[in-house]
Each structure stands twice: as structure tokens, then as C-alpha cells.
């Protein structure tokens, strides 16, 4: 079991129909038909809504993808259409909100992978394969994969699992020729992000995106390059072998599986709420993330 803690009630504002509350973010429709995307100061870990917000994780979010989006514009067109508020949504609202195209989006986590960690990690090691691609012997926590890989995952409903999948199986789902722009698109917007963010000292190690279609072109949606959607690590802490220190919501996980919380991962119980040390230690490490990516201060 795991889904949220406590779910929220979405806010009702005229002239917008509520359509879904994601971990992270609210989805409106307005009423020429586009979306309108809310992000929450909501964090999850584990499969879990947590019940403790992290004050401006959804401002940074929506800001941080907002300044990746001008950085990969040539590369894959966005769907943001503007952030301007829409009439008589709330004041909190500002800076965390995007009205998008709607497109027809397709279900598969677009995946790249530079680094081996993670869930790619776990299948290495008993299989020396990340979605049933071969990786060379002697690759530990943290190792610089030889290339980029691409390694999709089926998209998965709030408290359940993403399931990594082979390309072939992608192929089979969605199509030979969408499955190749997916890749294509994956590994460029990927090795774009890297570099950027390897001139800023942080270590892109993998990332994910969403996609979609709007008529016939393929479109690059949700948030791109955050924290809560890529690893980040410090470039001049980097040592394969271990966990590498990260900018995200790292410290929420290590206090939840910490003896402080008091939290068994295995049980059917809910999480606790997050003490204030953690919370104000998380918040630090998105603003720090977002204020070295795009070299702004964040206020």
C-alpha cells in the first residue's frame, strides 16, 4: 500500500476544470481547451505522498524547467504556452503555474542514464544489463556509463511502481518509428542538459522525460532537468563506489529509513510528518541546485 498520506483538495477556480492531482502537481483544463499545470510544494519519497510540504519546491520546479526549456528550445519544442495566471486563480499560485498544449501524451518515462545508480544498479548487478542493454564488467555505484543509454520505464499510477522495460518493448507498445524519436529526443535533450550542468560543477547522472504529440510532432512535456526528475551531484565530491551526495530530496529519504523516524518502509503504514531540520536541509538543496544550474540567486 502507498499512494498519498493526505490527499489534497484541489482548488476550484471558475472557468478551469480540475482533471487530475498528481504527486506533485494539480492539471486544469481551461476553457479554450488548454492545460493549465499547478505545481505543489508537495514531495514524495518511497511511493509516498509525504504529509510535509517544502516551502518553494513548486516555484523552483516550475522556474527551473521554465529556464531548461529556453536551453534545449532547438532540440525539441516544449508545451509550455505562457505562465501568465489564469483569471481568478490564486495569488499562491504565482510562479508555479504553466498553461500548456494539450497533447496526446504517450505512456512510457523516457529514461537516460550517463551514470550507474539506482534501480539501473540493482539490475547490473544480477544481470550485468540496464533494460536489456550489455554493460561492461567491473561498474560500481556511481560509474560513468561508456555512452549514454537510453532505459524506458512503463508509467506508472500514483503509489506504485515505474517498471524499467526494454526498447524492443517500447517498440512493441508504441510503435517502431515513435519509439526511435523518443530515443533520439531522450539522449539529445539528456547529453545537452550534462554539459550545461557539467560547466556549472554538478554531474547530470540520469534524468526523465515525458512526451507527447501534438498533431504529428513530437513535443517534450512536465517538468525537465529538476531535481525531482533527475540525479545531480556534486562534480568535485564525485567517487564511484558509494551513494554520491546529490541535490535533491535525498536527506527525506535517509531520515525516513533512519531509526529517527521510526518508519518501517515495509510496513502498510504511512510515513511520518518531517521534522523542520529536514525540511529546511531538502528546501536548501533545490535552491542550491537551481541557483548553480542557471546562475541566478533565487529570492
Known amino acids: ?27 486544469y483544463q ?41 536551453q534545449i528550445a532547438e532540440l525539441v519544442p516544449h508545451h509550455v504556452l505562457s505562465s501568465d495566471l489564469p483569471p481568478g486563480a490564486p495569488a499562491d499560485w504565482e510562479g508555479r503555474t504553466v498553461v500548456c498544449k494539450s497533447l496526446r501524451m504517450i505512456p512510457v518515462e ?49 503509489g506504485e511502481h515505474d517498471e524499467n522495460v526494454s526498447y524492443e518493448e517500447v517498440a512493441r507498445q508504441v510503435g517502431a518509428e515513435t519509439a526511435a524519436q523518443l530515443r533520439q529526443a531522450t539522449l539529445a535533450v ?19 522525460f515525458e512526451f507527447g504529440f501534438d498533431g504529428e510532432q513530437l513535443v517534450i ?26 541535490y535533491d530530496k535525498q536527506y527525506v529519504r535517509d531520515w525516513l529509513t533512519s531509526p529517527d523516524s521510526g518508519w518501517d518502509r515495509a510496513s502498510e503504514q504511512p510515513p511520518p510528518p518531517l521534522p523542520e531540520q529536514v525540511v529546511s536541509a531538502t528546501r536548501a538543496k533545490y535552491v542550491e ?5 542557471t546562475g541566478t540567486s533565487w529570492s
Open 1 to 27: 500500500m502507498s499512494g498519498f498520506v493526505e490527499k489534497p483538495e484541489p482548488i476550484e477556480v471558475p472557468g478551469l476544470v480540475h482533471l487530475h492531482t498528481g504527486k506533485v502537481r494539480e492539471l
Open 30 to 70: 481551461n476553457e479554450a481547451g488548454d492545460l493549465v499545470m499547478v505545481a505543489s510544494d508537495r514531495i514524495s519519497a518511497f511511493d509516498w505522498v509525504l504529509p510535509t510540504e517544502i516551502p518553494d519546491k513548486g516555484r523552483i520546479l516550475t522556474q527551473l524547467s521554465q529556464w531548461w526549456f529556453d
Open 110 to 158: 523516457c529514461v537516460a542514464r550517463g551514470y550507474l545508480t539506482g534501480s539501473g544498479l540493482a539490475e547490473y548487478k544480477e544481470t550485468r544489463t540496464v533494460c536489456g542493454l550489455a554493460l561492461p564488467e567491473g561498474l560500481a555505484d556511481g560509474s560513468e556509463l561508456p555512452a549514454p543509454i537510453f532505459t524506458p520505464a512503463t508509467k506508472a499510477e500514483v
Open 190 to 208: 539528456y547529453s545537452r542538459g550534462r554539459d550545461i550542468a557539467r560547466d556549472r560543477g554538478i554531474i547530470l547522472a540520469d534524468t526523465k
Open 221 to 246: 512535456a512536465d517538468e525537465v532537468l529538476t531535481p525531482d526528475s533527475s540525479r545531480f551531484w556534486p562534480a568535485d565530491e564525485w567517487q564511484p563506489g558509494r551513494p554520491q551526495p546529490s
Open 289 to 293: 541546485a537551481y541557483e548553480r544550474l
